[in-house]
Every structure is written in structure tokens, then in C-alpha cells.
């Protein structure tokens, strides 16, 4: 069987230390063990499209969704073997769902592998706007020091509103690992009410009108799956219902936003900052606004190249259900309810929005 993984390069890094997995030099750690078994595993830096040209019979494709292979209708109505994509992390949009349930192309996905990273990624972004970090080091860097520069824009934690789109795995582990804060209040904005005693847990409170759920927080965290009722869900129109002055934190995914009316915003001051790893296009080009936007006092950006669910940690967790996913499927088992996205032509979750 011919096996064929989408994945990043990791130059130097990846040869220096082998627990890179997600890369192209380290393959996941299944190289060996898929060789065993007799099947061919290419892996690829490559587009689909270039792959296209020399052949696409594939009957496994797995990718990342970090330095993602986008996989559209075209390219399945092309590719006649191929039977399962399976995403080693958390986050299939960058494969076209509808396209696949038409396909009966099977979809899947290591549910879980990383939602602890991220959301302790969510909890240091968050941290890090409130309390005005990266102008302060860069300060530093300089080889300056004027303290009120910095403090004029800083501010503690507890006594905030802190709300979630999104209170899933990532969202709800968010507002936990914030309970210790003691922010004025949890609230959450999903299209599922949590049960009594997981909101208490975690001191929320859902707001089911979106408007009103932004106008009442000081900090949004966004953790929902990009579909089509989340892509541009933040818009200059939503914006303007946030609080001035409000912080905004996306490691979801980047379109969930929009992103010129984002950066407008910080450079109004109706943001006080925005933070994240996730971008629209991945990688994101170098003149992407969101590289270099900043509020009206020279701060506000925290963003990152998308890391947060990669982890050395993480990337073991989703090497391992990778494998498990290979394992299942070679062998003919059931796959974990959990990890499918898309099952033998139907949607097998409402995860990607209500279906």
C-alpha cells in the first residue's frame, strides 16, 4: 500500500533533535515500522499539485495542520486510490470535508493529541497582551529602560471578564487552568450548554447571542473548528461590538477572523492586542499585515509561527495515534468514534459545525 505524508522541513533542527517528528527528516517515527509491514511511505515537502504530475495513487495521505497539504475537491476527484487522510495533530479544515463525504474519502484526526498544549499556549498569550510582555522586551533588547512606557499599557488578570468561543476540549481547558486567577468572570459562547456541574467547575457562564457575549468580555479566546459558520465569524462588524480596548487571542484558526479588519482594529485601539499562532494562509507571506500591526502605543502583537499544538509532547502524542490510525485501518478495525471526522461517506461529527 502506498502511503504518502505531507509534512514540514526541518532543517537542521529536526537532524539535532529527533523527538521533531512532524518533520520531513524524521517522518513521524514510522518510517521503519511501515517499511516492515511492506508499504511505501513517501514523504513529501511538496504540494499535492506537484505530486499530481508524477501520479497520485495514494491510498493513505496524512498531513499536519501546520505547514498544511491542502487537499481540495479537485485533487480527490483525481486522486482514484485514495481512501483515507488522516491529520497527525487536531484540525482537518485544510482538507475539503464536504468534498470528502461525497468521495467516501474517510477523514481522521488524533482527537486530543494536543489540546493541552494549546490551551497553555492560550493561557501565555493571553498573559502575555495583559500584561503588555513583548514591548517590554523588546525594550530590553534595545538596551532601554523606561518602566511607564510599558506599565501605562499593563495590567493584572484577576478582575477581568475572560470568555471562550468555543468550549470544547481547548476552551473548557482554558477557563480551568484560568480559575486560579480569579478573573471577575467565565463566560462561554458554544452552540452545545455544557453540563451544570462542568460549568461550575470551571465558575462559566454561557451567552448565547455573540454580540453580546464579546461586549461583556475584557479578553476572547477563540477554540472552535474553522467550517462555514465560523470563517470571517470575527469581523469588523463583530469587532466593533468588543469592549474598547479588548484583548483577542486566536490559536484556532486564522480565517476565523478577518484579517485586515483585525489589524484596523488594533491600530484604532478597539483592540488593545491580538495574539495567536494560526493565519489564514499557512505559511503566512512576509508582508502579511498581521506580522507587523501594532496598537496606538507600539504593542499589542503576540504572534508566533503556528507552534502552540506542536510541541515535542505533542508531537508524540499524535506520532502515536497516527500509527494507531494506520494500525486500525491495515487491520480492518474500528476507529476510535473520537478521532473520525468523516466516516465512509457521511459526516461522522458535528464538531465542524451542526450537520
Not at 514523504?43 to 487537499?71: K, M, N, Q
Not at 486567577?181 to 465558575?203: G, M, N, S, T
Not at 500509527?323 to 461517506?345: C, D, M, T, W
Request: aromatic letters at 8%; proline letters at 4%; one cysteine or more.
Amino acid at each position: 500500500m502506498k502511503v504518502l505524508a505531507i509534512l514540514y522541513n526541518g532543517f537542521n533542527a529536526a537532524v539535532k533533535e529527533p523527538r521533531l517528528l512532524g518533520t520531513v527528516e524524521n517522518k513521524l517515527g514510522i518510517d521503519k515500522w511501515l517499511a516492515s509491514r511492506g508499504h511505501e511511505f513517501i514523504v513529501s515537502l511538496v504540494s499535492f499539485r506537484w505530486y499530481l504530475e508524477f501520479s497520485f495513487d495514494a491510498e493513505v495521505v496524512i498531513t499536519t495542520p501546520f505547514h498544511p497539504g491542502y487537499l481540495t475537491r479537485e485533487l480527490m476527484e483525481k486522486a482514484k486510490n485514495l481512501k483515507i487522510c488522516i491529520t497527525a495533530g487536531v484540525g482537518s479544515d485544510h482538507i475539503d470535508l464536504n468534498a470528502a463525504v461525497d468521495h467516501k474519502i474517510q477523514v481522521l484526526e488524533v482527537t486530543g493529541s494536543n489540546v493541552v498544549s494549546v490551551a497553555e499556549h492560550v493561557v501565555m498569550n493571553i498573559l502575555t497582551l495583559v500584561r503588555n510582555f513583548v514591548p517590554a522586551h523588546e525594550m530590553i533588547e534595545r538596551g532601554d529602560w523606561q518602566v511607564s512606557d510599558i506599565a501605562r499599557n499593563a495590567f493584572d488578570l484577576e478582575g477581568k471578564v475572560v470568555g471562550t468561543i468555543g468550549a470544547g476540549r481547548i476552551g473548557y481547558r482554558v477557563l480551568q487552568r484560568l480559575v486560579p486567577f480569579d478573573c471577575k468572570e467565565h463566560l462561554y459562547y458554544d452552540y452545545a450548554k455544557l453540563p451544570v456541574e462542568r460549568e461550575q467547575a470551571i465558575k462559566a457562564r454561557r451567552v448565547e447571542d455573540i454580540e453580546e457575549f464579546v461586549s461583556q468580555c475584557d479578553v476572547v479566546t477563540v477554540n472552535a473548528p474553522l467550517h462555514e459558520g465560523t470563517r470571517g465569524l470575527i469581523n469588523e462588524k463583530l469587532l466593533s461590538k468588543f469592549k474598547p480596548g479588548a484583548w483577542l487571542v486566536n490559536t484556532a484558526r486564522g480565517a476565523i477572523c478577518d484579517t485586515d479588519a483585525v489589524a484596523a482594529a488594533l491600530k484604532s485601539g478597539q483592540l488593545r492586542g491580538y495574539a495567536g499562532d494560526v493565519w489564514n494562509v499557512q505559511p503566512a507571506p512576509k508582508d502579511h499585515p498581521w506580522r507587523t500591526m501594532k496598537n496606538p502605543l507600539g504593542g499589542g502583537n503576540g504572534m508566533t509561527p503556528h507552534y502552540s499544538g506542536t510541541t515535542l509532547d505533542a508531537q508524540a502524542r499524535y506520532a502515536a495515534g497516527t500509527k494507531s490510525i494506520l494500525e486500525n485501518y491495515f487491520e480492518g478495525r474500528e476507529q476510535e468514534p473520537a478521532n473520525v471526522i468523516v466516516g465512509h461517506g457521511a459526516w461522522a461529527t458535528k464538531a465542524y459545525g451542526q450537520r
